[in-house]
Nanobody, 125 residues
Framework: QVQLVESGGGLVQTGGSLKLSCTFRGNNFVRYSMAWFRQAPGQEREFVAHIRYDGGTTYYTDSVKGRFTISVNVPEDTTYLRMNNLKPEDTAVYYC??????????????????WGQGTQVTVSS
């Protein structure tokens, strides 16, 4: 069984930075591609970033390119989302998700079986 635990959210001013963490609890972390999604109030959950398990190729939604960076620390079974130059429109609950042995970037949340509980990010203007 896989459990994902996010942390690192908080309140930050426009232009500020945060680093989210997602700790993987289970076996074979190295076989999972990892993704970050976010959901603002009244909106659907949307894709943010993805990193492939087999080499670390990354992919981002256009609105965060150049500002957000997804990475993994394999020895610590942890996935990170570094967020710079934050904007009020980045305000949302951020979720990490895991996808076993996937080499395709899946941007639909319906594809993912494993999810964390979410961490709130609020960017004040």
């Amino acid at each position: 069984q896989v459990q994902l635990v996010e942390s690192g959210g908080g309140l930050v001013q426009t232009g500020g930075s945060l680093k989210l963490s997602c700790t993987f609890r289970g076996n074979n972390f190295v076989r999972y591609s990892m993704a970050w999604f976010r959901q603002a109030p009244g909106q659907e959950r949307e894709f943010v970033a993805h990193i492939r398990y087999d080499g670390g190729t990354t992919y981002y939604t256009d609105s965060v390119k150049g500002r957000f960076t997804i990475s993994v620390n394999v020895p610590e079974d942890t996935t990170y989302l570094r967020m710079n130059n934050l904007k009020p429109e980045d305000t949302a609950v951020y979720y990490c998700a895991a996808d076993y042995l996937s080499t395709v970037v899946q941007t639909s949340p319906d594809h993912y079986k494993y999810w964390g509980q979410g961490t709130q990010v609020t960017v004040s203007s």
